[in-house]
């Protein structure tokens, strides 16, 4: 780059938010204002309505005014309560056509999406009957393995088989559990259940008796070896004192023949007249005979010592004799019950299968009832409204019934895409609903006589006005969302195509996912990918895979003191920064996520970024999203709690397209989606938050750049941080 690149600092503007951010706080501004101008005549009509609301609340309130300053004072404007009456009521009528214009939006965004659930049952009807086929005949292969496996594990009665035909029986018993909840509950499908359920019972007792033989068995092994140990142990001890006999034994003899050797000494000095010379030898005599006695007597002991441990050996074994006999019988008795058990399961499987053949030759002789995506109440739709409060609370009853209605046709779509239930697929998405604010219903029929209540009436008609749009805006949202869905549709975009788009958005996060070898890597040519596809324009270069490296190059690390900004422009005037911080940032949590159950479920910022929401988040609390402004690289989001999930929401600002290394580091788990493409999946374990926990190479579009940040907060402490290089010159 022949220009240096610089970071330029957020300005804030007024109200305390960066300027131009994100459009949704100049939308607020406008909303409210189109609040006010919905009617072509209600603004005028409003504004000469206010100033004589404001004069009324001005002279008629008594509040707050010295009495000695006021008596010689003449109000110009003096209004009855009557004539106050007649004026608000005036202005609930205009009001009231205001919200219906709005209510008559919603309305018909409601039938559109009627439309669009007619238009896409038929394809999901087909599908739900195919799904019911294909899964009733993955579990009749299933059921005939598992019978199968169960035939040979009683055939062979060996452990190992027995483990096998338990693990088909689980797989068996999955997919004829999935058939049946594709199915309709017909009698033939009834029947199957039935059969299936009774299978189940079966399979569950002969498990149980199974674990009791093998139990049995293996107390019978146990004693056997225990037995076995302890017998050699003391046979061994035996065998030990044997040979301690056998060396004194030995001794013994010894010693006979020093006393026969001393004995003949004696007997040759008998007529000797040598009388010490005798005597010497009579002494040698006595001591060998000593010793020889205590050496008898030495073995003698060991003699009985050695016979008692042989009889000890003996008892020990007509005692384990008798005891593995009775483990043997008792082994013997469970192994028979298990056996009959696994044949009483393996005859209850037989049923089950023959009742899931009858279901699936039911099934392709004439057309099951396939699942329906649920229809709405449209009477209740077009009921009719008295006043500005009934006209309000159905505005809220519409938007509840337009975000079910979203719910409903994304599940069916997910359904088709994932080849899943209807009802698994709804449970895995999460509805924006935001929580609308509760009029004053009382205050807004009754009639208004002073000026204390004419100011708070104003106050309770401007927050259904500014409600209400924002209904109309977040319906008008979810319906272009379902609206680029159906364009797709129609250019081509079947369930195949879709479900190989799901697939390659699978491999794109499997791409992104931080690891061994992807702690540093380029995502631009997928970036580039993505925007030429959803832009319609040929991509300027093939490919768009993922490039990975060891480890960061030495002159991306990412430094420790990081300039803090949001805009990037080459300006030949300012000197470049090296690295930029994202300061500015709206942020909203905390989303459940107790034992992190949550950890991948999608909540509503990930379907509609819309900062003027609020939703009901962890412990029924109400969350929105708020501004702040980080004063260091780590951004701590407002309210952080332990086991929480936290969105959030800032935009980038370049002033040509570029490519840029990106420093990522969260604590905990995060997701980083840069222009709606995902960028950056952390590795899910607790961790501390670091600077360069890990780099992507990035593609910034000229202008305006999305960025929406997710990070699940396990416990204690959390943070996040998006740091760019901003001198590509450096780094190539």
Known sequence: MSESTSASPT?????????????????????????????????????VHSIALVALVAWA?????????????????VLSGDRMTELV??????????????????????????????????????????????ALERAVAAQEQALAAQQQAIDKQAAQDQTAAREQQIKAQAAMDEALTRMSVSPVGAAAMAAQELAKEAQTEADAKLDVARSASGALSKVERDTERDIKRREGDRNKR??????????????????????????????????KARERVAKDVKKAKDEAAKQDKKVKSIKADVAKRQKDVDA???????????????????????DKAQREAKARQEQALAKAKQAAEAASEQVV???????????????????????????????????????????????????????????????????????DATLLRKDVRNGAEAKAHEKQMETALVESAAMVNLATELLALLQEQQLSQQQGATVQVMREAAAAQ???EQQVKEGKDTKSADVTEMMKQAAAKESGKPAESGGGKLVSYQVPHEEITVKDNPTPGRVITTRPDVPGAEWMYVDSWYTIGPFPNEGRRNIDTRFPPESVVDLDATYVGKGGKEISWHFQQATGPCVVPRDDESWAVYYAHTEVW????????????????????????????????????????????????????????????GQYGMGFSFILHVDPEKVG
């Not at 205001?98 to 599908?127: H, S």
């Not at 997910?414 to 929580?435: N, T």
């Not at 960028?679 to 670091?690: A, D, L, N, T």
Request: glycine share 4%.
């Open 506 to 508: 699978d491999a794109v």
């Open 11 to 47: 300005t804030p503007s007024s109200d305390g938010a960066p300027e131009g951010l994100h459009p949704a706080a100049q939308r607020r501004r406008r909303r409210r204002a189109a609040a006010l101008a919905e009617v072509p005549w209600f603004g005028m009509s409003l504004l």
């Open 369 to 439: 009832q396939a699942e329906d995506i649920r229809a709405p109440d449209m009477e209740q739709a077009f009921a009719s409204a008295e006043d500005l409060v009934d006209v309000y609370q159905q505005s809220k009853a519409a938007e509840d019934r337009i975000t079910e209605r979203y719910r409903d046709l994304r599940a069916a779509e997910l359904a088709m895409i994932r080849d899943i239930p209807f009802e698994q697929a709804a449970a895995s998405i999460e509805v924006p609903k935001p929580e609308r604010a509760e009029l």
């Open 242 to 275: 044997a040979k301690d006999l056998a060396k004194e034994e030995k001794r013994a003899e010894d010693l006979a023949k020093k006393v026969a050797e001393q004995e003949s000494k004696q007997d040759k000095l008998a007529d000797s007249d040598d009388k």
């Open 89 to 134: 009521e005036q202005v609930r009528e205009i009001q009231q056509k205001a919200l219906k214009t709005r209510l008559g939006d919603l309305q018909a965004i409601e039938y559109e999406m009627e439309q669009m659930r007619q238009a896409l049952n038929e394809e999901y009807t087909k599908f739900s009957e195919q799904q019911q086929s294909e």
């Open 654 to 713: 370049v002033d040509r397209d570029i490519d840029l290394w990106l420093a990522v580091g969260s604590d905990d788990k995060s997701h980083i989606w840069v222009n709606g493409q995902l960028v950056w999946v952390s590795e899910p374990h607790h961790k501390p938050w670091r600077i360069g926990e890990g780099y992507r190479k990035i593609h910034l579009q000229k202008g305006r750049n999305r960025v929406l940040y997710r990070v699940e907060n």
């Open 61 to 77: 309130n008594p509040f707050d005014k010295d009495p000695e300053q006021e008596k010689d004072k003449q109000p110009d404007i």
């Open 316 to 338: 020990k074994r007509a005692a384990a004799g008798k005891a593995i006999a009775e483990r043997s019988e008792a082994a013997k008795a469970a192994a028979k019950q298990a």
